[in-house]
């Protein structure tokens, strides 16, 4: 004769897959956002750097004022060469400005792949308003980046600037 066999199974032996399967996407935004925030930030120290690189160079170039027109563009190519990749052509919302101000010769290149390069007079107002006659070069490097977390993205623009005096 067959033996019977009572059922014991469980009846919660399901929940702990639906606990960790309503748990699991809320982990997954938070790595995957973590994750991305990291690489945005990373983005974000390239450009500080190149900016910082930038300058620096812009700093000590001579022809700032007699061809200033070759000295934005060198100081733009050394900018981007800084960048580690984060400037290259083809970045969506990339833009590059440089700019040589003080001194009563005030201009500056933006380069933006979107559209034509600008000229103006300040890249951004580095608070030097009582040192107005001594040259200094500025540089600003910054583009755009995304933030994703599975089920949404955030549309950031990361940038980096720099000041120096300018040393003939």
Do not use: K
Not at 41 to 68: H, I, K, Y
Not at 70 to 91: K, P, Y
Not at 114 to 131: A, H, Q, R, W, Y
């Amino acid at each position: 004769m067959g033996h019977l066999r009572a059922d014991t199974r469980d009846p919660e032996s399901g929940a702990a897959a639906v606990e960790f399967a309503l748990l699991a996407s809320l982990l997954f935004m938070l790595i995957f956002g973590s994750i991305s925030a990291g690489i945005s930030f990373s983005r974000s120290n390239a450009l500080q750097t190149a900016a910082r690189e930038g300058v620096r160079f812009a700093a000590t170039l001579p022809g700032a004022d007699t061809d200033v027109n070759t000295w934005l563009n060198t100081v733009i190519t050394t900018t981007q060469g800084s960048a580690l990749g984060e400037l290259n052509d083809g970045i969506p919302g990339r833009t590059i400005c440089v700019a040589f101000v003080g001194g009563g010769a005030d201009t500056s290149l933006t380069r933006n792949p979107i559209g034509p390069d600008t000229s103006g007079t300040e890249c951004f107002n580095d608070g030097l308003t009582g040192d107005a006659d001594v040259p200094r070069a500025q540089v600003v490097a910054e583009r755009e980046t995304e933030i994703q977390a599975v089920l949404f993205a955030i549309d950031i623009t990361v940038s980096g600037d720099a000041v120096a005096r300018y040393e003939r």
